[in-house]
């Protein structure tokens, strides 16, 4: 099994990029991850933002891997604690799919790409902006496979 996650957005800052890689780094013996960054929708002055939905989404879609599991990150998606993540893990596991988690652009996800995610996940009532969000996932995937492997790096 391994995990993807596609992001709207390119160029993360460089604190993001290297907590990003460490984590995918620590994760990888576990879970082979990665980024897959899609460039955002034009938007500003005179631009429908409507249609910079739409362009990101059909660049979502057509960065998923075919038969993955898909889970869109979503701010009215189920919240789910590192535990709960960890169970999520196992399950998904246990289905022996690829899997893919996404992150949409500053007004969400289209429309067509909440359709196709098999399930959403908050990762809470915060807003974060979406390059932080990159570097949450990834920490939260590498703490549920290191509770998985009862490694001590989660100590609740």
């Known amino acids: ?21 460490e984590y995918r780094k620590r994760l990888s013996h576990w879970l082979p991850f990665e980024l897959v960054e899609v460039e ?21 879609l057509a960065a998923l891997p075919k038969n993955a599991h898909v889970v869109a990150l979503e701010v009215t998606g189920r919240p789910l604690g590192s535990e709960q993540l960890a169970q999520r893990l196992e399950f998904w596991r246990g289905q022996g799919r690829d ?25 809470g009532p915060l807003t974060l902006p979406h390059m932080l969000a990159r570097l ?20 609740a």
Not at 40 to 57: M, N, S, T, V, W
Not at 100 to 112: N, R
Not at 117 to 122: D, G, I
Not at 136 to 155: C, F, G, I, K
């Open 1 to 21: 099994m391994k995990a993807r996650l596609i992001a709207t957005g390119e160029r993360a800052p460089s604190w993001v990029a290297e907590g990003f890689a």
């Open 136 to 155: 949450v996932v990834a920490e939260q995937l590498y703490r549920a496979a290191a509770m998985l492997a009862n490694h001590p790096y989660h100590r």
């Open 40 to 60: 955002p929708g034009l938007r500003g002055k005179g631009r429908d933002p409507q249609r910079a939905i739409e362009d990101e989404g059909r660049r979502v």
């Open 99 to 123: 899997l893919a988690f996404l992150i949409g652009g500053p007004e969400g996800h289209a429309p067509e790409v909440l359709a196709a995610a098999h399930e959403t996940w908050s990762l």
